[in-house]
Antibody
């Protein structure tokens, strides 16, 4: 069974950098695209970006200048960094696996439980 | 591409049939249209992919339809565990994933 687990600080100060890691088990990180998605309190889902094992990335256009996703194939992990955070970045952050439908990105079939990140001084 | 789910909340009784709408601002590749169910405190769960294919383990009371800019998720007979928030999602060639804002299905 594929499992994903987010880890990282639950509290980040304004203007600092948010860093999270997603550990993957039950699947090789070299076989799929992997994504970060967030959900603000009481809000909807926002895709942040995704990465392939070779380092190929796509990012949400609205956050592109602040988001970086990286991969560590030796640890079967991928990571998120978000710079210059504000209170608006307070959210539950999910990592997820991207699946394909006829070689086209179809959506997210396995998700982590999510980790709460609060931006506050 | 923007996805609009309306209304934001729907009220039904168990046993009733529910139809949820997802409208796109431009035509969507049906292969990239998915639906998710989310319950409080949980991660979203994949329900449908490719517009009308049920994900593994999803009961057949859930069905999806549509093409182009209009997509629908139908729950034929609502069970108590179906009351949740439902999101549609698409992927386009920008390339970007986007989600609708969600429809909350509540018990009448």
């Amino acid at each position: 069974q594929v499992q994903l687990q987010e880890s990282g600080p639950g509290l980040v100060k304004p203007s600092e950098t948010l860093s999270l890691t997603c550990s993957v088990s039950g699947a090789s990180i070299t076989s799929f695209y992997w994504s970060w998605i967030r959900q603000p309190p009481g809000g909807g889902l926002e895709w942040l970006g995704h990465i392939y094992y070779n380092g190929y990335t796509n990012y949400n256009h609205s956050l592109k200048s602040r988001v970086t996703i990286s991969v560590d194939t030796s640890k079967n992990q991928f990571s998120l960094t978000l710079t210059s955070v504000t209170a608006a970045d307070t959210a539950v952050y999910f990592c997820a696996r991207v699946f394909s439908v006829v070689d086209y990105p179809g959506g997210f079939d396995f998700w982590g439980h999510g980790t709460v990140v609060t931006v506050s001084s | 591409i923007l996805l609009t789910q309306s209304p934001g909340t729907l009220s039904f009784s168990p046993g009733e049939r529910a139809t949820l709408s997802c409208r796109a601002s431009q035509s969507v590749n049906s292969n990239s249209l998915a639906w998710y169910q989310q319950k409080p405190g949980q991660a979203p769960r994949l329900l449908m992919y490719g517009a009308f294919h049920r994900a593994t383990g999803i009961p057949d009371r859930f069905s999806g339809s549509g093409s182009g800019t209009d997509f629908t998720l139908t729950i034929s007979r609502l069970e108590p565990e179906d009351f949740a928030v439902y999101y549609c999602q698409q992927y386009d060639s920008s390339p970007q994933f986007t989600f609708g804002q969600g429809t909350k299905l509540e018990i009448k």
